[in-house]
């Protein structure tokens, strides 16, 4: 079936640090692939996403793009804040027979950004 | 505004005593889903619907009921609560049930504890 593979957390970085958060997909077809986080208390909030090869999604200085070829949408980030410490989930989602869009996460990765 | 309300936000009950946690959306959307957080295992997905009166199982359903009999509403039933259903719940919504490219809202969770 499909999955997703994050890079385990936590990630500690200092502020304006360079952000790069691994993950990859195993499915068949095509998904398309999401990044979704979560501040704390909160339900998760949709990112950035991207829903064909090559193409790259981007929010609030945060980027990925989707690699085929390696089957990876790797989250980065040029210069973090205080701001961005949250919980932060790769997700792939494609049409299933009947079962509409499924999302299928990854098992989060927790950033911490300190000053 | 829109959003996916659920409640009660936190919950300690005991084993064996029915729950039922509420989810609500006022956007209009067809899709509706809930799942559960647990530490390393991203979100699983419980039940789905994809429209009034059409639910099926997601990943882990066992011990959960849900129903959909307005568009708006998706309760999650815990009928005879056990001690490994403690978990932080979500609910979300998407627009369109056959579309992978639409991202899902999500809830503010329900935190609950099954002692």
């Known amino acids: 079936g499909d999955s997703v593979t994050q890079m385990e957390g936590p990630v500690t970085l200092s502020e304006e640090a360079f952000l790069t958060i691994n993950c990859t997909y195993t499915?068949?077809?095509?998904?398309?692939l999401f990044w979704y986080v979560q501040y704390p208390g909160e339900g998760l909030q949709l990112l950035l996403k991207a829903t064909k090869a090559d193409d790259k999604g981007s929010n609030k200085g945060f980027e990925a793009t989707y690699r085929k070829e390696t089957t990876s949408f790797h989250l980065e980030k040029g210069s973090v804040q205080v701001s961005d410490s949250a919980v932060y989930f790769c997700?792939?989602?494609?049409?299933?027979?009947?079962?509409?869009?499924?999302?299928?996460f990854g098992g989060g990765t927790r950033l911490m950004v300190k000053p | 505004e829109a959003q996916v309300t659920q409640n009660p936000r936190y919950l300690i009950t005991v084993t064996g005593k029915k729950l039922t946690v509420t989810c609500s959306q006022n956007m209009n959307h067809e899709y509706m889903s809930w799942y559960r957080q647990d530490p390393g295992l991203g979100l699983r997905q419980i039940y789905y619907s994809m429209n009034v009166e059409v639910t099926d199982k997601g990943d882990v359903p066992e011990g959960y009921k849900v129903s959909r009999k307005e568009k708006r509403n998706f309760p999650l039933i815990l009928e005879s609560p056990s001690p490994n259903q403690t978990s932080l719940y979500f609910c979300a919504s998407s627009p369109s049930r056959g579309d992978p490219n639409q991202p899902q809202h999500f809830g503010d969770g329900t935190r609950l504890s099954i002692l």
């Open positions: 499915a068949t077809g095509y998904p398309s």
């Open positions: 997700a792939l989602s494609r049409k299933y027979n009947n079962a509409g869009n499924m999302l299928t």
